[in-house]
């Protein structure tokens, strides 16, 4: 069974920094790559970062980049968003989701974690 869980969302204040933490069972990182997206209130979905497990290489939104990095912990199938100079508009639900080979979500998402980033 494919299973995805999230965690390390939370509370921050603007400039601060979070991790969060999702780990991954039933498939092979290999034959995929797997994304963090995220959702505010009112807003539609939009992708954040994926990492591409056969090589490693990740690819970043605009309004991220410089500030998450996307990495991968094969021993214990967890692959993390380490999030850094926290702004109020990163206020969202973020999920990871497995994908294809062009990072496009496939049917397996984790249960969403909350972040939240005060001014």
């Known amino acids: 069974e494919v299973q995805l869980v999230e965690s390390g969302g939370g509370l921050v204040q603007a400039g601060g920094s979070l991790r969060l933490s999702c780990e991954v069972s039933?498939?092979?990182?290999?034959?995929?790559?797997l994304g963090w997206f995220r959702q505010a209130p009112g807003k539609e979905r939009e992708g954040v970062s994926c990492?591409?497990?056969?090589?490693?290489?990740?690819v970043y939104a605009d309004s991220v980049k410089g500030r998450f990095t996307i990495s991968v912990d094969n021993a214990k199938n967890t692959v993390y968003l380490q999030m850094n100079s926290l702004l109020p508009s990163d206020t969202a639900v973020y999920y990871c989701?497995?994908?294809?080979?062009?990072?496009?979500?496939?049917?397996?998402w984790g249960q969403g974690t909350q972040v939240t980033v005060s001014s």
């Open positions: 989701a497995r994908g294809n080979s062009d990072c496009n979500p496939d049917d397996y």
């Open positions: 039933g498939f092979t990182f290999d034959d995929y790559t």
């Open positions: 990492i591409y497990f056969s090589d490693g290489s990740s």
